[in-house]
């Protein structure tokens, strides 16, 4: 028997790759829309990008100061604006999710205090392998740049 369990064991071992984990999970220009003071909610976006070799699925999401942060798409039908829960982001290796005004967003709910521009809010991405990875977003208008931004290809460390 020890030696079908060793084939067995070398069989799962070229089958497996490495769990895929938040490292490998680049996060560009995670950013919340600056809602109007009295505003129920309000959303982040930002882009997700996997270096990884195997999927990363976003399961959850997270903010201090929110009654409750859910994952969401926007979509149009019928002319009518309407948005639905996601149960996951998954984000393909080696590819990238926007998340964006019009489609895949995070919703923040319930702020205890409106956020104010400029404000940065951590926001805590979970993944199916139970990992976490924390991002902080910029609050500021729809429609402009965070102050610093660049294009200039630099690589952000987090
Ligand atoms: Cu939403």
Do not use: C
């Amino acid at each position: 028997m020890k030696r079908l369990s060793t084939l067995i064991a070398a069989t799962f071992a070229a089958v497996m790759t490495l769990p895929a984990s938040a490292a490998e999970l680049e996060v560009h220009e995670p950013w919340v829309v600056l809602a109007p003071p009295a505003a129920y909610a309000t959303a982040a976006f930002m882009e997700l990008h996997n270096a990884g070799e195997t999927p990363v699925n976003v399961v959850e999401a997270d903010a201090p100061g929110f009654e409750t942060v859910e994952l969401h798409r926007s979509f149009n039908e019928d002319g009518m604006h309407r948005m639905v829960r996601q149960d996951r982001i998954e984000v393909p290796a080696g590819e990238s999710v926007a998340l964006a005004p019009g489609g895949l967003h995070i919703m923040l709910i319930g702020p205890e205090q409106a956020p104010t521009e400029g404000q940065r809010i951590p926001i805590e991405l979970r993944f199916d392998d139970g990992s976490t990875q924390t991002v902080e977003a910029v609050v500021h208008p729809r429609g402009e740049r965070p102050a610093g931004h660049s294009h200039g290809g630099d690589h952000h460390h987090h």
